[in-house]
């Protein structure tokens, strides 16, 4: 099985709102990453975990938060968004954080902020 | 990072083979290639990846340069399922700034005509 899933597919916010991303592996992989890709660009990476602990923070603004509860699950809780936060949000997993290694990503989660 | 070069798109038939080229003029010897693509509505999938050699999978081959400096993506026969964008990325296997990275540049977006 080399499936990410993600949920919700869809989500639509207002700016006071607090939600989450969920996003799951079950491939025993270690590594997990947040994308996130305006329409018509490239996927931006934003966050990297590996072993639980968070490894690259892009710079990324406070108003996402990452979270992994353990080394199957990944979250991004979102809080006080803006319109321009709306985007593809992708997960995705690796055996390990590796100089090599394949990506594996899910379908994405389509967030509209209003 | 060395950055890659690719036309913005292509175009093909149906059942005919596609070249997709790719320009990485100041690779590293320390960097592999790698080429992922993203069907409509799904996050990026591996294809292939390699160093020096060509390299085939039951995806595609993965054609490179004598002097590194470009490769070619090769579909052997293109499907309406091969329409996507195809990245080519270079990963730096030496460690530094880009490790556990997945930097997307603007792609390629291949249409397929039946």
């Known amino acids: 099985d080399t499936e990410v899933t993600q949920t919700p597919k869809h989500l639509v916010m207002g700016m006071t709102n607090k939600k989450s991303l969920k996003c799951e592996q079950h491939m025993g992989h270690r590594a997990m990453y947040w994308y996130k890709q305006k329409a018509k660009k490239p996927p931006e990476l934003m966050f990297v975990?590996?072993?639980?602990?968070?490894?690259i923070n892009e710079s990324v603004p406070s108003r996402f938060s990452p979270e992994c509860p353990n080394s199957s699950l990944l979250n991004l809780h979102l809080h006080a968004l803006q319109p321009e936060d709306s985007a593809l949000y992708l997960c995705a997993s690796s055996q390990e954080l590796g100089f090599g290694e394949t990506q594996y990503f899910g379908p994405g989660t389509r967030l509209l902020v209003l | 990072d060395a950055k890659t070069t690719q036309p913005n798109s292509m175009e093909s038939n149906e059942e005919e083979p596609v070249h997709l080229p790719c320009n990485h003029s100041t690779i590293s010897g320390t960097d592999y290639i790698h080429w992922y693509r993203q069907l409509p509505s799904q996050g990026p999938e591996y294809v292939i990846h390699g160093l020096t050699s060509n390299v085939n999978n039951r995806m595609a081959s993965l054609a490179i340069a004598e002097d590194r400096k470009s490769s070619t993506l090769i579909l052997h026969r293109a499907t309406l399922r091969d329409a996507a964008v195809y990245y080519c990325?270079?990963?730096?296997?030496?460690?530094?700034?880009?490790?556990?990275?997945?930097?997307f540049g603007q792609g390629t977006i291949l249409t397929v005509h039946p």
């Open positions: 990325i270079l990963r730096d296997v030496s460690g530094g700034t880009s490790y556990g990275k997945l930097t």
């Open positions: 975990y590996s072993y639980e602990k968070l490894s």
